[in-house]
Nanobody, 124 residues
Framework: QLHPVESGGGLVQPGGSLRLSCVAA????????IGWFRQAPGKEREGVSC????????YYSDSVKGRFTVSRHKVKNTVYLQMNSLKPEDQALYSC?????????????????WGQGTQVTVSS
């Protein structure tokens, strides 16, 4: 079974940057569409970005468009979420998830495998 593992979270000041990583030992992540989601306390889980299995197409929510970039490193079998110009409202638990769908979807139900998440705290 695929077990995504996230890393790279931490404490950053507003305006700062972080790069999150998503890996899954023993699985070729190129064969999956990978989504990044976040959930803040008291709020619903929100899809923020995705990179598709089929053509590497990407998706971003309006709240992060222009600031976040999702990418794959094929040799390292890793999916990254580069987060720039971070805002306090970006603070949340960030999780990556894998979907067998060829294309990105914002629907949580299309993602079969989820990581435990990595905490991002944006505070001065």
């Amino acid at each position: 079974q695929l077990h995504p593992v996230e890393s790279g979270g931490g404490l950053v000041q507003p305006g700062g940057s972080l790069r999150l990583s998503c890996v899954a030992a023993g699985f070729n992540l190129d064969s999956w569409s990978i989504g990044w989601f976040r959930q803040a306390p008291g709020k619903e889980r929100e899809g923020v970005s995705c990179i598709s299995q089929s053509d590497g197409g990407t998706y971003y929510s309006d709240s992060v468009k222009g600031r976040f970039t999702v990418s794959r490193h094929k040799v390292k079998n890793t999916v990254y979420l580069q987060m720039n110009s971070l805002k306090p409202e970006d603070q949340a638990l960030y999780s990556c998830a894998a979907s067998a769908s060829y294309y990105c979807s914002a629907s949580i139900s299309t993602y079969s495998y989820w990581g435990q998440g990595t905490q991002v705290t944006v505070s001065s």
